[in-house]
C-alpha cells in the first residue's frame, strides 16, 4: 500500500508567480490535511479537507492559499502570488476516517522557496 | 486554542544511554491524543507512539515509553538504549477527539553522540 506521496518534492518561484501543490492520499483515505513547516518551527496546521468539502480552514491565511480536494485525483494547496514569507515545507496528511483516534500518516512534504 | 510546549531546543545523549523529552500542553477537553513524532534529516514525519487520554497506562514501543501525566498535562517521551539513528527532531503533538487537526509543539532537536 502506497503511502501519502506529494509533488513535487521540491519547488523554486519567484515572488509573485503561483504555486501548486498536489498531494495523494494512501488508497482508502478520503480525509487530508495540510501543514505548513517553517524553518526551526513544527508542523502548523492550515487546512481539512474531505472529498469535495473543506472541513476546517482555520489555518489558511484569509488571502492567496486556497484549497481543493476534487472526487477525482489529488488534493491541491494553491499559493497565488507568491512572496518570500511563503518559502516553507508543506505536509500532507491522510487518515481513513474524521476525528477521533485516526492516525494521520504523513507524506514526505514539499519544500518551497520563493526567490 | 490547545497548546503544545516543548521547553528543550535541543538535546544530546551518549549512544547507549537513556534520554527523556519533555511536553507539555494546555486543553479544556478531556478527550484527546497525544503523539510523538520523529523528523529525521529527510523531513520525513515519522509516528513514534501515542497515548489515549482516557488511558492511565503509559503507552511503550521498544525502547520508546511516556509519561503521561494526565492532571499535570505532561506527556514526556524516554528513549531507552539510544541508537546513532535516534537523531533527529522529536515533535510532541495533541489531537482533540472531536476535531481532525492536530497541534505540534516547536520540537527538540536530539543528537545521539557514538
Known amino acids: 500500500n502506497a503511502g501519502v506521496m506529494q509533488n513535487p518534492r521540491h519547488l523554486v518561484r519567484r515572488r509573485g508567480q503561483e504555486a501548486r501543490l498536489r498531494c495523494s492520499p494512501m488508497?482508502?483515505?478520503?480525509?487530508v490535511y495540510w501543514y505548513r513547516q517553517l524553518p526551526e518551527e513544527g508542523l502548523k496546521f492550515m487546512v481539512y479537507?474531505?472529498?469535495?468539502?473543506?472541513?476546517?480552514e482555520s489555518g489558511m491565511p484569509k488571502e492567496r492559499f486556497s484549497a481543493e480536494f476534487p472526487k477525482e485525483g489529488p488534493s491541491i494547496l494553491r499559493i497565488q502570488q507568491v512572496v518570500r514569507g511563503d518559502s516553507a515545507a508543506y505536509f500532507c496528511?491522510?487518515?481513513?476516517?474524521?476525528?477521533?483516534?485516526?492516525?494521520?500518516?504523513f507524506g514526505p512534504g514539499t519544500r518551497l522557496t520563493v526567490t | 486554542a490547545q497548546t503544545v510546549t516543548q521547553s528543550q531546543p535541543e538535546m544530546s545523549v551518549q549512544e547507549a544511554e537513556t534520554v527523556t523529552l519533555s511536553c507539555t500542553y494546555d486543553?479544556?477537553?478531556?478527550?484527546?491524543?497525544l503523539f510523538w513524532y520523529k523528523q529525521p534529516p529527510s523531513r520525513q514525519m515519522i509516528l513514534v507512539i501515542r497515548?489515549?487520554?482516557?488511558?492511565?497506562q503509559n503507552a511503550t514501543e521498544n525502547r520508546f515509553s511516556v509519561n503521561f501525566q494526565k492532571a499535570a498535562k505532561s506527556f514526556s517521551l524516554k528513549i531507552s538504549d539510544s541508537q546513532l539513528g535516534d537523531t533527529a527532531m522529536y515533535f510532541c503533538?495533541?489531537?482533540?477527539?472531536?476535531?481532525?487537526?492536530?497541534?505540534f509543539g516547536d520540537g527538540t532537536t536530539l543528537t545521539v553522540k557514538p
Open positions: 496528511a491522510s487518515s481513513p476516517g474524521p476525528f477521533g483516534a485516526y492516525e494521520q500518516y
Open positions: 488508497k482508502g483515505h478520503s480525509h
Open positions: 479537507l474531505q472529498k469535495e468539502n473543506i472541513i476546517d
Open positions: 486543553t479544556s477537553e478531556n478527550n484527546y491524543y
Open positions: 497515548q489515549e487520554a482516557y488511558k492511565q
Open positions: 503533538a495533541f489531537k482533540n477527539t472531536n476535531a481532525g487537526k492536530s497541534t
